[in-house]
């Protein structure tokens, strides 16, 4: 992860690299931890240069997980890294993260699939979307306020109504 990750596309589609991200996540909490500003940078040039290098072809299989993990670590970096971003670094991650999530399965502003049962009543919305949401609130309150808007609205009473069966919906 120090160097540059080349963008080679494996047989799979995608050069995703869950290992990659753990690390970048690694360094983030290090930095969030103990205030060790090498792990912190390192976290943010990681992620950034993970982002202009991850590629998803339109034949990688299940490519939307994927992506909503990339966008997760994203989301933890900004959060965790705050006082060490720049503007620029801001923008970038934003930017980022919502062209991924505009390429899975629920869209991005995320209004696509139902709330009861499908993969958007998984990590994409409840996790990803949010959660970037949720690290870049003071510069992009819009993130949060659709996903939150539409877990609030969408989701709760459908699930509360389900739950009661004690069954998975």
Same mark, same amino acid.
């Given at each position: ?62 490519? #939307?997980? %994927?992506?909503?993990?990339? +966008?997760? /670590? $994203?989301? &933890? ?8 971003? #720049?503007? %620029?670094?801001?923008?970038? +991650?934003? /930017? $980022?993260? &919502? ?71």
């Amino acid at each position: 992860v120090d160097g540059i990750l080349q963008p080679i596309v494996l047989g799979s589609g995608t050069n995703y690299n869950a290992t990659y991200l753990a690390t970048i996540e690694a360094y983030a909490l290090k930095y969030a931890l103990d205030g060790d500003t090498t792990y912190g940078n390192k976290a943010i040039a990681a992620i950034k240069n993970y982002f202009r290098t991850i590629a998803f072809t339109d034949n990688a299989q299940d490519i #939307t997980r %994927s992506m909503g993990h990339t +966008i997760f /670590v $994203a989301s &933890e970096v900004y959060d965790w890294c705050y006082p060490l971003l #720049t503007t %620029s670094d801001k923008n970038y +991650i934003i /930017v $980022a993260g &919502e062209a991924l999530a505009k390429r899975m399965e629920v869209g991005y502003p995320p209004s696509g699939q139902g709330a009861v049962t499908g993969h958007n009543g998984e990590a994409q919305l409840l996790r990803d979307i949010l959660s970037l949401g949720i690290a870049t609130y003071n510069e992009r309150p819009d993130i949060y306020n659709y996903a939150a808007g539409r877990l609030m609205s969408q989701f709760i009473e459908p699930r509360n109504y389900w739950f009661a069966s004690h069954t998975h919906n």
